[in-house]
């Protein structure tokens, strides 16, 4: 039962998952121009659209890597209680949440108010960090980990995901200061896990 | 082959859960402002839009609710008969419906037709719970059960789908005199079964 | 191998009819009114959207039956080959496309090209009925089925899909002089095939 | 662990696959017209729209292919390793990324910008056909293939991943003079891949 409970969740939470970086591309707008436009200004809004562009990559990226980092908690699961439940429908919720500032971001990535959107978007990874941050306590202290996994291993999971917070939180000051250097620095966070290969499961590399 | 089916149907109301929670997104419109707004200009539009924050988190909460409890229904059946299709069918229906009455209230939640969008949000739970009666009525009387399952345990369930529904037309009437009063119903009964751990399967907690 | 093969591709399709059911609420469009409408007049609004509503409601149990029903293929299936494959991709086509002609149909319910809208609704459903008509051939012809199914259930099906065929065309060319008729006849094939509990599979009721 | 992981992998890739083959329909726009058009100017509005039918047509054959074609590659792959992984989700986000061209298509199929479009869509293939033979290398030199497939076999499939990055470069310089040309090179190269039941596994067909 135990293991089918957590593969209903698990099946549930990668459908959304799914479905949130898939539906990142309906930010991005056709341009509309008048229909007898040149092929060469055809070309030159597509160019133009860069910000919708640099906005979806991103949050494609920022999602794949939550989606694999997710993958790698669940197989340190051993069974689900409600808490975990709870913590991972936040999860889920904010997950279906990035949408929303990615098309933010890409309206006024090239404007004034860039510094604005920037923040608004690296603020939204602050609540999916605690959001990561409350799925992992609740594994911890509800005894729900696999056996085997060493307390190490725990310390340092725990620590991650808490230094992965501060920088989130460090991004979105910045971001108040500087849009670009603040999604520089989520970026960079992403790229140090894609790297390092970053996954918490001791048994999936 | 029951098991099979019951599967199949299982996973396919996860997709359509799952697609329902994630598709509540898209109704969050980015503001259409001047591409050359100030920062503060648009972290005011972006506050602005408060209504439309409430509505998601109100829909996403209850869908998610509603998602663990048809987990919870679901481990309970040892089979499926036709009449529990189409009732899962109904039920399916109003979930995928959801995202409209969000979109309403997020329209309208601070304009003068507040109470019209609400009792037209809470009146949407009424059909739901009438789905989920119709689908726990298919499962007592089709004799879908597991085996082993108390008769005082089904009647429990049975009077908590009753309760469930009153709450609803309660709301609803009272949200035509006062939106937020009906609204705040809704939500308090939400609350209750999520801090219950209300969940119809006695082996799934 | 073969039942892996299957299984993947029964997936695959239960996603898109999960997706293409879910996705037909966004034809529903919130009116676009002042913000500061009167309660009364957001419920008149509401209220004037029943073009949208029932075309929700006859394409979600369009997509629900014929759901059904692709269950019950598969469950006939013993493996699968490329033409099967293509046959399923084609009919998977037609499903997808569904909430196009919902939406036309939608937003010209109440007005003068009525006609029109239902023979295009109804027209799509002529080529469903062909999808189903060509998976069906390649299950027959491409020795796909499971091994134990009567010669008499093969001609029972094979029948039923013609009769199913010949009912779309005849409500196609019937909606172009009512369009309300060609919607019933539609309507009437699915509450018959609901309330016989039609299903193509000997194994599955 | 290692084939439930490969499972989940494949799982999620084939949620995205789905996803973006249904979402391909939002591209169709309901004609907004008068509402008291008569049934003749919508038929003609309707038919007006070829473009959006040719763009969706194009693209859900693309994805189609596409998808049985990453099917195949996974029947091949005993094991995931963190490059599989990304190079899978490379491939995953221009997959989803095509709904975009395929929306550039149809609003300018029929205008002067055509061959712009055009070589839009084709150069997106380019990058699909880059992501398949990042996936293909992975496989191949991080040891993930299945245990009994010949090196002959391997040399083929390299070679016909080579062949279809070479008629898409060749396609989009060809649409940037004539549109249709382009168009007509890559719908050449999926005909041909499955009238040749063109799949990577030995054992899947």
Redesign the interface.
């Known amino acids: 039962?135990a293991e089918k409970?957590t593969g209903?969740v698990?099946?549930?939470s990668?459908?959304?998952?799914?479905?949130?970086?898939?539906?990142?591309?309906?930010e991005?707008k056709?341009p509309k121009l008048s229909?007898?436009?040149?092929?060469?200004?055809?070309?030159a809004a597509?160019l133009d659209l860069w910000p919708s562009y640099v906005a979806?990559?991103l949050s494609?990226f920022a999602i794949?890597i939550m989606?694999?980092n997710h993958?790698g908690l669940f197989?340190m699961v051993r069974r689900v209680n409600?808490g975990f439940?709870?913590a991972n429908?936040f999860l889920?919720?904010l997950v279906?949440?990035v949408?929303?500032p990615t098309?933010?971001l890409a309206?006024?990535l090239?404007?004034?108010?860039?510094?604005?959107?920037a923040a608004?978007y690296c603020g939204t990874f602050i609540f999916i960090s605690i959001g990561y941050n409350l799925i992992w306590q609740c594994m911890v202290r509800g005894d729900l980990l696999q056996h085997g996994i060493s307390t190490a291993h725990v310390r340092k999971i725990t620590l991650a995901y808490r230094y992965g917070m501060a920088v989130y939180v460090l991004a979105t000051i910045t971001a108040l200061f500087s849009g670009y250097a603040g999604l520089g620095m989520n970026l960079s966070l992403w790229v140090l896990w894609?790297v390092l290969?970053y996954?918490p499961s001791p048994?999936?590399?």
């Open positions: 039962m409970e209903r698990e099946a549930f990668d459908g959304v998952f799914a479905i949130a970086i898939t539906l990142l591309i309906l991005i056709v229909h007898d436009i040149s092929p060469a200004a055809l070309a597509l979806f990559l494609f794949l989606w694999i993958h197989n409600p439940l709870y429908g889920l919720l279906s949440f949408p929303f098309s933010v309206d006024y090239d404007g004034r108010a860039l510094n604005t959107a608004f894609a290969g996954r048994t999936a590399s």
